[in-house]
């Protein structure tokens, strides 16, 4: 029998949940109840990313102990999946002892097998992505992923040969070409393997860390954050314990593409280093915006997932997710995009015709379902048969978008044939009750096959339709599986319009916030002078070695020259800043950057990936105060 295993990444608990994870852990909701509903065994698997750098700094800055901030945080994902009736099987938390076992075993069998190794490191640190970054991959100096500043950190640590992993894992995406979907996060992999792959630093010293998992083998270290919750897919599933392997591999592993390097590439070479099996699928969904604007604490506008689902309710925003935007590509969230679904497809459309559908077997039949008529119309079968096939193609493709349309377009075809069949006239001749069973028949039983595809994605209103059609489960997919006689109950329409006061209601509860204003944005005109600015005139420069980016200078102030190290070795060679005019912070303390020490710093301008250094309108002297 086919088994199915589906994860979500884990989400870190530095905040609370956003749209983007609910995005992820409904999708893959749906593909686990497909699976179930399939008679597939199904493994659904999520949880929260609990060590690191950013939770401790969070943890302090809300002034509560390590642990129960993350416990905290935790319960909140939790109870998040339950409002949105997520079905995860296991819920892995990074704290747990269970996770911490695998993940030591994991360490120790990776360095009695020589895959991991001491060594000294220097380099640029960021600490929101706790990541090394060498010279070369910096961005203006700051971090290439989130664009913050970076630290210089020298210290010995423990690093993993996943270089050594590089041409192996080429080899197997080319080989498997559904590993990494869609197509073009599978050519942005290739891409990043055309460089060559370094080692990773898989280890952070207790004195600057000590939230983490211990390394078995040197108790002054905890395991980086990353090989850390990589490891957590393995260890839920009981790695190393026999029964891991009646889960594993994992089918379909959902992730943001903003992690796609990370689980493609570092994931990946771990599971080749401890010999495990790969997931047969990543799948790197796009990020959602906020009508065209990226979501920000700052502009006010991030969506609550609880929120939304609280107020336009949770079926209606488990289908606007889905549907909205085809999985894979980026997507634009709106109040009203939200409003127009909910109205149009599944008020108008789909609550339309299993109102209409039941309410005429109420009507007509004394609310008794006729019995399958014996000369059905062919087309009727093939009709369903190839929206279902369709709709089942969307789904293993990942395609939730298109699966939605397909069950649509079917309520589309049904809505029409209720039209052109006119069951209201032939009720009024007793002579073509055959006929009018025939229709009523197609009505329910349509509606029963439109359940089946809604089960997956809307399984509150599946529930009820199942108990209007008189039926404890929905059934095989194929047409003809209402008997006849099936009691029905009309009742209340399956999503009902939202009307002015509704609407009104549902925008003022998504309303965008007003942004908080920091007071501490702003300085006084004291604190601004503490800064003591002056203009100076580059005297020399030259590289510094090993580095692409820094150029050291000497700087007349006048009164003395100045040894400044700047990073404009990307925009300016080292002959055409001499003689430049410049601004210089003359009192910031003393700094080493990549061993060179730099007393002050200059005063740039960025465009687009273009720095220019500034200066004053005419040329003065070097030395004097900017006011």
Not at 22 to 46: E, K, M, Q, S, W
Not at 286 to 308: C, F, H
Not at 386 to 407: G, H, N, Q, T, V
Not at 591 to 616: N, Q, R
Request: hydrophobic share 40%; aromatic share 10%; charged share 25%.
């Amino acid at each position: 029998m086919k088994k199915f295993y589906v994860t979500t990444p884990i989400y870190y608990v530095n905040d609370v949940p956003h749209l983007g994870h609910a995005y992820t852990t409904i999708a893959a909701d749906v593909l686990a109840r497909y699976h179930r509903l399939n008679g597939h065994p199904a493994f659904f698997l999520t949880g929260t990313d609990e060590h690191g750098q950013k939770a401790e700094q969070a943890a302090k800055k809300s002034g509560i102990p390590m642990q129960e901030y993350v416990d905290k945080y935790a319960v909140v994902f939790k109870e998040l999946w339950k409002k949105l009736n997520s079905t995860n099987d296991d819920f892995i938390r990074t704290t747990e002892e269970r996770h911490k076992a695998a993940v030591q075993r994991a360490l120790q069998m990776l360095h009695e097998k020589g895959e991991i190794y001491a060594d000294s490191y220097e380099g640029w640190y960021c600490v929101p992505c706790e990541r090394f970054w060498m010279e070369k991959d910096l961005k203006e100096g700051n971090c290439p992923d989130c664009g913050r500043k970076v630290e210089q950190i020298k210290e010995k640590n423990y690093f993993f040969r996943m270089g050594s992993y590089q041409q192996r894992l080429k080899d197997h995406i080319n080989a498997n070409a559904g590993f990494i979907l869609p197509q073009s996060r599978r050519n942005e992999v290739l891409g990043f393997l055309e460089k060559p792959l370094g080692d990773l630093c898989i280890s952070r010293p207790k004195a600057r860390l000590s939230w983490g998992i211990e390394l078995p083998f040197d108790k002054d270290y905890v395991t980086y954050v990353w090989f850390d919750a990589l490891m957590n897919y393995v260890s839920a599933t009981g790695w190393p314990d026999e029964r891991f392997n009646k889960a594993w591999p994992a089918s379909v592993h959902l992730i943001g593409k903003d992690i796609l390097t990370t689980h493609a590439v570092y994931w990946s070479t771990m599971l080749m280093a401890l010999g495990l099996d790969l997931p047969k699928t990543i799948f790197a969904h796009g990020w959602w915006t906020v009508e065209g604007k990226k979501m920000s604490k700052s502009l006010g506008n991030v969506v609550e997932p609880g929120k939304a689902a609280d107020v336009v309710g949770v079926d209606q925003f488990r289908y606007f997710l889905m549907r909205e935007v085809p999985f894979g590509l980026d997507g634009d969230f709106s109040v009203d995009a939200l409003i127009s679904r909910v109205n149009v497809d599944l008020a108008n459309n789909l609550g339309n015709l299993v109102s209409r559908a039941l309410k005429m077997v109420e009507k007509y039949c004394d609310s008794t379902v006729p019995s399958r008529p014996a000369d059905i119309d062919a087309h009727w079968i093939t009709l369903n048969g190839d929206a279902i096939a369709r709709y089942a193609e969307s789904i293993e493709r990942l395609e939730f978008s298109r699966a939605l349309e397909e069950m649509i377009r079917l309520c589309d075809t049904v809505n029409r044939f209720i039209v052109e069949s006119e069951p209201w006239a032939l009720a009024k001749e007793p002579a073509k009750k055959g006929k009018l069973d025939n229709v009523l028949y197609a009505c329910a039983e349509s509606a029963r096959l439109i359940g089946k595809m809604l089960e997956p994605f809307m399984p509150q209103a599946a529930e009820r339709l199942k108990k209007q059609l008189g039926l404890v489960e929905f059934g095989a997919p194929e047409w003809g599986g209402l008997k006849g006689g099936e009691k029905i109950t009309a009742g209340e329409a399956l999503f009902p319009r939202m009307d002015e006061k509704k609407i009104a209601e549902i925008k003022a509860a998504l309303a965008p916030a007003v942004p908080r204003k920091e007071e501490t944005a702003l300085i006084t005109f004291d604190e601004f002078m503490k800064v003591d600015l002056r203009t100076g005139i580059v005297v020399s420069a030259e590289p510094v070695p090993k580095s692409k980016k820094l150029l050291k200078l000497q700087v007349d102030l006048g009164t003395e020259t100045r040894q400044v190290v700047a990073g404009i070795a990307e925009h300016y060679t080292p002959e055409a800043v001499v003689g430049k005019q410049v601004l210089v912070v003359a009192n910031l303390k003393p700094a080493k950057l990549m061993g060179v020490e730099s007393h002050g710093m200059l005063l740039a301008a960025g465009d687009g990936g273009k720095l220019v250094l500034a200066g004053t309108w005419e040329p003065v002297k070097g030395g004097l105060k900017v006011k």
